[in-house]
């Protein structure tokens, strides 16, 4: 989105016009004053200015944004609100149906012995990281016993419902996000490489994308979370190294959802290098390298945003699938796949608890839903060339 | 496809012997002298390259060899009983996936800009986003509990396949129904139908019997990776459905580390897709008279 395209607009060029006449008297000096005054009526309208103010004009794209900013920013701030701990068990509150009244109570038993308090945190929340710790004393801190009901229900064993589909978003989005970023690095490196450098280069390299093209992956991914999950040699060993299941999954997922990524940016690598600025850039001695990464790589920037938006859903559902399997996050970890698996294991014909499957499909659902609408609508935004395609 | 398919043995074979212990090395030890006997029995103790070639052998033959968990059973038995199970899911799947896709996507193009169109296109973008589980957590809430008209898993009756196969094949639907819209209304622009029209055609039969053909081709070009897709949603479904075929096994066998197993069903998930792929292939060019086959 880095590339601007001028663009002159009206009133600079009435502005202009009579300028013209008069320059051809004045002295060379006096002539690039001019230019440089004309200039500066001159707007550029960047690419990223002009897809933004479409994509604005989208009310569905711009809920979807909305809805997608402000959860990030909760699960973000999860620790801090006041939530029910997400782990603490409560057996005599099994499967205890949604409750709206009071929004809020005081039953959270806060004790005023620091020891006492970090047991109880350690129960409730499991091990955090630095910053998740902090937010949660600055939490205790800020509410004290103060905690929201369990406006969703809550589970198999009693732990509150919302509260795990908070600490869950953490995970699922952590994981889309971060897998996708990967799979980003990967695609971009070599489409671009291969695009750039084209002919038996490129053919070989393409040709690797293609075999891996042809191996349908998540059964080998299943295959070989299998061989990993090994009990005697191979999980101890993983485990030893701090390589848990979302490592994994991370890894796995940037090796396959790169290879589309790679097919988009050479094809449009392949367009770009006929375009002057390169040869331009080439002229004046740039390297290969820096001519791919500094003026190639920021003009793919609009397609890989939109391929990016897209690819987030699918990598987020392939963990919600895999967890719903039993195979991606393990407990006490929670995704919203974890949590919708749980969801369906509890189906029986005697009762019905509808909100265990209701609110973390809905959560799923949402999420998903939303990136989709926010994908089309940004490529709309961005190329509407491909509008209705 | 033939290369394809002996690089996923590969893989898979490479992996399973990769991992140190070997299936019997589970928390429940054999008696040494058994598990001996056992891996006298199945070659365990041969160089890697023999044991490579005995069981590439062994799959040339179609004997896919033993299920390390399930006793009395070989693979070749769990896949006899597993597969037509799973195939006649996937069928109903692709059909209804094929039908009502299609049916939405032709009536939403006909009637563009009605609140038909309006109506199909924002089901068909739920249908994508929503996966397939939740659609069907959602469903047998609705159609099972709620207002049951369907029982809620099991196998052997027609009843029991109408839920399953309307939840596998829904997203799909949804997709198929954008595709057919947008290629319909890209045909129904052209000139031919507007002879066709011009002609005194009926409506009806202009749609069905000259645009229709056209529009149809991205659909078909699209059955391929739909038909892997629902051969992967079949996992959750027959797990949610409790439907004994081959994905329940799968996952079953990945979850049990049931090597022989899994590796097995994920070379016939691979075959399964190639050959499938290869017939959208052929249709493809049946349908299209422009594309030769090579």
Same mark, same amino acid.
């Given at each position: 989105m880095g590339v601007s395209t001028p663009r002159l607009n009206p009133e600079a060029a009435a502005e202009a016009a009579p300028v013209a006449v008069r320059r051809?008297? +004045?002295?060379e000096l006096e002539r690039y004053a001019e230019l440089l005054r004309e200039a500066r009526f001159i707007h550029g309208v960047s690419l990223g200015r002009d897809a933004w103010r479409r994509l604005r004009r989208n009310w569905a794209a711009m809920a979807a944004l909305i809805f997608l900013v402000v959860l990030s920013l909760l699960s973000i701030l999860t620790p801090l609100?006041?939530?029910?701990?997400?782990?603490?068990?409560?057996l005599p509150r099994q499967f205890g149906p949604p409750l709206t009244?009071?929004?809020?109570?005081?039953?959270?038993?806060?004790? +005023?012995d620091e020891q006492a308090l970090d047991r109880m945190l350690d129960q409730g929340f499991g091990q955090l990281g630095f910053f998740s710790q902090w937010l949660l004393n600055l939490r205790v801190e800020w509410f004290g016993d103060w905690q929201l009901n369990s406006i969703c229900g809550t589970d198999l064993l009693g732990r509150d419902l919302f509260s795990r589909l908070m600490w869950g978003s953490r995970v699922s989005l952590a994981v889309g996000l971060v897998a996708t970023l990967v799979s980003l690095v990967i695609g971009v490196s070599w489409g671009a490489t291969a695009g750039y450098l084209g002919g038996r280069t490129d053919n070989a390299m393409m040709r690797f994308v293609d075999m891996l093209y042809s191996i349908p992956f998540i059964f080998v991914v299943i295959f070989l979370i299998t061989i990993l999950s090994e009990p005697t040699k191979v999980k101890p060993w993983l485990d030893e190294h701090d390589i848990d299941r979302i490592v994994i999954f991370f890894v796995v997922v940037g090796a396959i959802y790169w290879l589309t990524m790679s097919r988009v940016v050479r094809g449009q690598v392949i367009s770009l290098k006929q375009n002057q600025f390169i040869e331009a850039a080439r002229t004046i001695g740039a390297s290969q390298r820096r001519i791919i990464f500094r003026h190639l790589v920021p003009n793919l920037m609009s397609i890989v945003i939109v391929y990016l938006t897209l690819t987030i859903p699918s990598v987020m559902l392939f963990e919600a699938f895999l967890s719903f399997l039993g195979l991606g996050v393990e407990a006490p970890d929670v995704s919203w796949g974890l949590l919708a698996n749980e969801g369906v294991n509890v189906i029986?014909?005697?009762?019905?608890?509808?909100w265990v499957i209701v609110f973390p499909s809905l959560a799923l659902g949402l999420t998903l839903f939303s990136l989709n609408i926010l994908g089309d609508g940004l490529r709309d935004a961005l190329d509407p060339r491909l509008k209705n395609r | 496809m033939a290369i394809t398919l002996w690089a996923v043995f590969t893989v898979t074979f490479l992996l399973m012997h990769s991992v140190?212990?070997?299936?019997?090395?589970?928390?429940?030890?054999?008696d040494p002298a058994v598990e001996r006997n056992l891996r006298a029995k199945y070659n365990l103790d041969a160089p890697l390259i023999e044991q490579y070639f005995d069981m590439l052998g062994g799959y040339l033959r179609l004997d896919f060899g033993i299920s390390?968990?399930?006793?009395?059973?070989g693979v070749n038995e769990i896949i006899a009983q597993a597969l037509p199970v799973s195939a006649s899911l996937g069928i109903l799947a692709t059909l209804f996936a094929v039908t009502v896709g299609l049916t939405a996507g032709v009536l939403a193009a006909v009637r563009r800009g009605t609140i038909w169109d309006f109506g199909f296109m924002s089901l068909a973008t739920l249908g994508i986003a929503l996966p397939s589980f939740i659609v069907a957590s959602l469903a047998i809430l609705l159609f099972v509990f709620?207002?049951?008209?369907?029982?809620?898993g099991g196998w052997g009756r027609i009843e029991n396949l109408i839920l399953p196969s309307i939840c596998l094949g829904a997203p799909y639907a949804a997709y198929i129904a954008r595709l057919s819209r947008t290629g319909m209304l890209e045909v129904l622009g052209q000139d031919y139908i507007r002879t066709a029209y011009a002609k005194g055609l009926p409506q009806r039969t202009v749609v069905l019997r000259h645009a229709l053909k056209g529009a149809i081709l991205p659909v078909v070009s699209y059955l391929g990776p739909a038909i892997a897709g629902i051969l992967t949603g079949s996992l959750v479904i027959e797990r949610i459905f409790a439907i004994p075929g081959l994905g329940a096994h799968f996952i079953q066998a990945a979850t049990q580390l049931d090597y022989f197993l899994a590796m097995a069903l994920t070379i016939l998930y691979t075959a399964v897709l190639y050959t499938l792929n290869f017939l959208v292939d052929l249709s493809y060019a049946f349908l299209d008279p422009r594309v030769k086959l090579s």
């Open positions: 051809a008297a +004045s002295s609100l006041p939530l029910r701990p997400p782990r603490t068990v409560n009244s009071p929004l809020f109570s005081e039953s959270w038993n806060v004790p +005023s029986t014909p005697v009762k019905i608890y509808w | 140190p212990g070997g299936p019997f090395s589970a928390e429940k030890k054999l390390y968990k399930m006793a009395d059973f709620v207002w049951p008209i369907f029982p809620a």
